[in-house]
């Protein structure tokens, strides 16, 4: 039995063996800190941080989809992060009487999230994708500011007639003692109903890394990474470069839209000034540190990068900075000759003297498949 | 005469953003790379003035040429330590690194000048309001300096890369870098010497922008940059015809957009434009088309 | 089944042959059937300059036919042409019976032209067996659904793919390899795995361009049995550019010359050999004393 359990991780891709690492990390951790919790170990503060943690580690996951695998720079990820997180407002309002269990409610505020953020995707990638590199960041950026600028403009409200949208708060005439007013232009939505814990955040970072995987590993996956590795060979061999661009870009902004729901049910206020430019770039971080194309490095990145500001708290002045910094090493690390082979021979004695005699370095604990 | 009004403050904007926009295009038409931290080189340019006007109590003009010089030898630097190693990356990795480079200039300023806003001495602030019909069309002295600026360092420019030999090594590596280097054209230096320029343009631009815009922050740069990086990218990157007409025509629709349609829209319009121009024409107004050879 | 030509006409396709018969180029067991690939005037310019002109070539079923030519004579560019990464400014070309007018790269690939390329082109960073399965991304059949929630479809998809694969690979010998990344083989290992991606899209016409760029002369003659083989195996025509002239002599049953963008000889390699202008391209044109 135990033979052949190792004979098939032995058969597995090293694909299939980083994803199975990948779930393995995200379990524990949620075990770990269950049972802390349990136990009264959890402080106030980093309670307060699990479900922005689990909302940063999808957003990571998923941008990594664009950047990573796709090797497409999007720098308008909190975009598509507000368009859910306000969708999924939206929906979890309406629903309030209608789904009075948390769970159920919480559930189809974050697919209306996904879907929503979902569609703007398609209606964005379609014409960006046609440009490239540096072209196709900025419009991206500018894309996420048109998201912004235009959520700043947008006034929501319910009543006994049903939704309402205009461009103002007076224009929308709400009715003054039944009407609810759910999206204020720049002051955002309010009186938001707290539906997120960190048992549905688990199950969103679980969900995330699902999809994304699992699309790394089927054929379109294989497509997608074709393309960015070498664009006219994939041309070359009958691949639809656009179709395959279009597909991780559009399941990133899904589960970025999706990732923003529980985000935004997670507070009782949220304004759009909260998915600015700044936001995009610090999940750019968690992806670039973690590793582009890495999943479990981005989780990790992700993880820690949203932990260690709170922990630091006497350093938050110099957070950003540090980040910019960590931000130049690591990619003049990555990418340098004379940097990459300086790091290989200092760094790489000690990680060749970490890593077991064995193959499989990357090799997970078998007791967790 | 509103019209008029919004048309010459239109001009003024557009004439900064031209001036930034000449910054990234030069950068981008030599070293290939989106330098995304100009537009915080232009803060630091303004910061930089400011303290000398304020603290040191320097004369106006002699401000400018301390803050052209420090950005200069920023300019340098950021493109020695930042971007010099990576000549040859992919685009990808060089455009996160100018990222980075962004974010380390607005976090050190907000550290070394704090978060609360600065109010700019205009540097013309001793110079009357032109009036003209009557009083009817008032163009205050920061437009007209600041067009008569853009129009001289645009017509500089053009005499520096036609005639001078810096200048001609300059379009030889922006036309073709490895080619340039075998004909004895010190690459490294003439990529050094167009980020040299580009800042202190930036400087200037910072200057001029503060003077119409008295308000300075940490991050008073990045918008403009952006923006202005459209402009260059409206125009045809690395043409700088182009990024004066990109940058003009970007600065009149932004004030335009701002008093007829909506103040929190024109951002997304200004955008809007930026997309549709790629899309339309993906290299820009002037810009040349690039063949991948197979 | 398909073999006799669709869409271009009776007499054109009789003209064609009387033409190819006439130079007796075309192998005797593919003149029955019509030829894969007819190319008629094809010609492109650069901004006034051209490159290519006036080129006009007729390939059989299982035929192997060589382009040679001295360096820019745009032997490359044909292929360009051919791929549809260029297209071409005059004439054009009929691919087993049907006009490629207007078709982009893409969909000449899916209609059955395959190629490699002079300066190799793999997907670097993914291994050598996922080289291969990405070309065989049509015959995999699931939906990208379910490849996301891995449903017995794309088990069945992905089993069937590896096994494909693997297959493919035996040709080269290269099932060994198959985990490595495809950027860390070596050079020749490289073109070979180029190869075997083409065929995982299962062309009707392969192109390579100089198959043979880089390989030492015992590697070269495993090469020139490997694409006689696969010829065999999956009859198909092959076009190849090359400069070895061992190979391009040992395997071609046609050869056409290009200069200067031109036709200036077509023939089998023995009427090639004794070519004075062939002769005179290559080595230039013999001093009179």
């Known amino acids: 039995m135990k033979k052949n359990l190792k004979n098939k991780l032995k058969n597995m891709t090293s694909y299939r063996k980083k994803s199975v690492l990948a779930y393995s990390i995200v379990i524990l951790a949620f075990i770990i800190i269950t049972i802390f919790d349990t136990l009264g170990f959890v402080t106030n503060s980093l309670y307060g941080q699990l479900v922005p943690i689990c909302v940063y580690i999808s957003l990571a996951v998923s941008l990594n989809l664009v950047v990573g695998i796709s090797g497409e720079l999007s720098l308008g990820h909190a975009g598509f992060m507000s368009i859910g997180a306000f969708a999924g407002v939206i929906a979890s309002t309406v629903l309030q009487e209608s789904v009075v269990v948390a769970m159920p409610r919480l559930f189809i505020a974050i697919l209306v999230g996904g879907i929503i953020a979902g569609i703007a995707g398609v209606l964005i990638g379609i014409p960006v994708l046609r440009l490239r590199g540096d072209y196709l960041a900025i419009v991206t950026l500018a894309f996420g500011e048109i998201i912004r600028n235009v959520l700043n403009c947008i006034y929501i409200g319910m009543d006994e007639a049903g939704l309402r949208i205009a461009t103002s708060a007076e224009k929308l005439g709400l009715d003054p003692i039944n009407g609810k007013m759910i999206l204020n232009g720049p002051m955002g939505a309010t009186g938001i109903q707290k539906l997120a814990t960190f048992t549905s955040g688990f199950i969103l970072v679980l969900f995330t890394l699902f999809i994304v995987q699992n699309l790394i590993n089927s054929k379109q996956g294989r497509a997608i990474m074709a393309t960015r590795d070498n664009r006219i060979a994939a041309e070359s061999i009958g691949l639809n470069v656009t179709n395959f661009k279009l597909t991780a870009f559009v399941t990133s902004a899904a589960l970025a839209g999706m990732a923003g729901a529980l985000f935004a049910l997670n507070y009782s206020t949220v304004a759009p000034v909260k998915f600015n430019f700044n936001t995009s770039i610090l999940i750019l971080v968690f992806v670039v540190l973690g590793g582009m194309g890495n999943i479990v490095g981005s989780i990790i990145s992700a993880a820690i990068l949203t932990i260690l500001p709170e922990a630091l708290r006497e350093f938050s002045d110099y957070r950003m900075l540090i980040y910019a910094i960590v931000l130049i090493l690591v990619m003049l690390a990555t990418n340098n000759l004379t940097f990459r082979a300086f790091i290989d021979k200092y760094i790489g004695k000690i990680t060749r003297f970490l890593r077991p005699k064995k193959r499989n370095p990357d090799f997970p604990q078998k007791e967790e498949v | 005469m509103t019209f008029l009004t919004y048309l010459t403050s239109g001009l003024g904007l557009g004439s900064v953003y031209a001036i930034i926009a000449l910054g990234y295009t030069m950068v981008y038409g030599i070293a290939k790379m989106l330098n995304f931290a100009h537009g915080d080189v232009i803060m630091v340019g303004a910061y930089i003035a400011f303290y000398s006007t304020s603290s040191f109590g320097l004369p106006a003009w002699l401000s400018v040429i301390v803050a052209m010089a420090f950005c200069t030898l920023l300019g340098i630097i950021i493109e020695r330590l930042a971007y010099k190693p990576l000549r040859g990356a992919t685009s990808l990795a060089v455009l996160i690194t100018a990222i980075g480079v962004s974010y380390f200039l607005q976090n050190a300023a907000l550290l070394a000048w704090g978060s609360a806003p600065k109010v700019f001495t205009s540097l013309f602030a001793k110079i009357e309001s032109f009036k003209f019909f009557d009083g009817q069309l008032v163009i205050s002295p920061e437009t007209i300096f600041t067009v008569l600026a853009c129009i001289i360092i645009m017509l500089v420019l053009t005499f520096f890369t036609a005639k001078t030999k810096m200048g001609k090594s300059m379009r030889a590596v922006s036309e073709d870098n490895g080619a340039a280097q075998l004909m004895g054209i010190n690459v490294n230096s003439t990529i050094s010497m167009t980020f040299a320029i580009g800042s202190a343009l930036a400087a200037v631009a910072g200057v001029l922008l503060c003077s119409s815009y008295p308000t300075l922050m940490p991050t008073t740069g990045a918008m403009p940059g952006i923006k202005a990086f459209t402009a260059a990218v409206f125009g045809g990157i690395g043409s700088i015809p182009g990024a004066m007409i990109g940058g003009l025509v970007l600065g009149i629709i932004e004030i335009f957009a701002r008093a007829y349609v909506s103040t929190e829209l024109s951002d997304a319009i200004v955008f809007g434009v930026l997309i549709i121009v790629l899309l339309v024409k993906p290299t820009g107004l002037l810009g040349k088309k690039i063949h991948e050879k197979v | ?289």
């Open chain 3, 1 to 289: 089944m398909n073999r006799k030509g669709r869409h271009s006409s009776k007499e054109e396709i009789n003209r064609n042959l009387k033409d190819f018969k006439g130079h007796s180029l075309i192998p005797e067991r593919d003149i029955e059937d019509p030829p894969i690939l007819e190319i008629t005037n094809l010609g492109i310019d650069f901004g006034g300059l051209t490159a290519v002109n006036d080129f006009n070539m007729a390939l059989g079923r299982t035929e192997i036919a060589g382009l040679i030519g001295p360096n820019g004579a745009g032997k490359t560019t044909i292929f360009n042409l051919l791929t549809k990464v260029y297209q071409p400014t005059r004439g054009t070309f009929l691919l087993d019976g049907k006009d490629t007018k207007g078709m982009n790269t893409i969909k000449i690939n899916r209609a059955g032209i395959a190629r490699t390329f002079q300066n190799i082109r793999l997907f670097d960073k993914l291994t050598v067996e996922e080289n291969v399965k990405v070309g065989l991304h049509h015959e995999i059949n699931y939906s990208l659904l379910s490849g996301m929630f891995r449903t017995p479809a794309y088990r069945d998809g992905e089993k069937d793919a590896h096994e494909h694969a693997l297959d493919l690979l035996s040709i080269f010998d290269m099932t060994h390899l198959a985990d490595a990344p495809a950027g860390s083989l070596p050079y020749g290992a490289q073109r070979r795995l180029e190869i075997i991606r083409a065929l995982a899209t299962n062309p009707k016409v392969l192109l390579l361009d100089e198959p043979a760029a880089g390989m030492n002369p015992s590697e070269t003659a495993e090469l020139m049995e490997t694409i006689q083989d696969i010829r065999d195996r999956f009859q198909i025509a092959i076009l190849l550019i090359e400069h070895d002239m061992n190979l391009v002599m040992g395997i071609c049953e046609a050869i056409a010359v290009l200069n200067y963008g031109q036709i200036i000889a077509k023939g089998t390699p023995s009427e090639i050999q004794s070519n004075s202008l062939v002769i005179e391209a290559y080595l230039g044109k013999q001093k009179e004393v």
